[in-house]
């Protein structure tokens, strides 16, 4: 029975240990967002017209990078403000 419970507690330790906080794994999305989000500025938004043209499947492809990153960001922002509720 006691080596059971060592081996438990031993896990319980490893797996907290192991998670990031909400806040955390936020932080990390938001850092990525904001590298994909900074190339997209400049390959899609900023650039000239001529260049933009030529880009449009560049920025298609940023794009679909982007989206669902953006949307985890949301749905954990969602459950962190759920659970400060």
Do not use: H, W
């Not at 994909?36 to 938004?45: H, M, P, R, S």
């Amino acid at each position: 029975m006691r080596p059971a419970i060592v081996i438990v507690i031993a896990l319980a330790t490893l797996t907290i240990s192991g998670c990031k906080s909400k806040q955390d794994q936020l932080t990390a999305l938001n850092a990525q967002f904001d590298t994909l989000n900074a190339q997209y500025q400049k390959d899609c938004i900023l650039a000239p017209v001529e260049e933009m043209k030529r880009n449009d499947a560049k920025c298609k492809t940023e794009r679909e990078k982007m989206n669902p990153l953006g949307k985890k960001i949301l749905d954990l922002q969602a459950d962190i403000a759920a659970s400060k509720r």
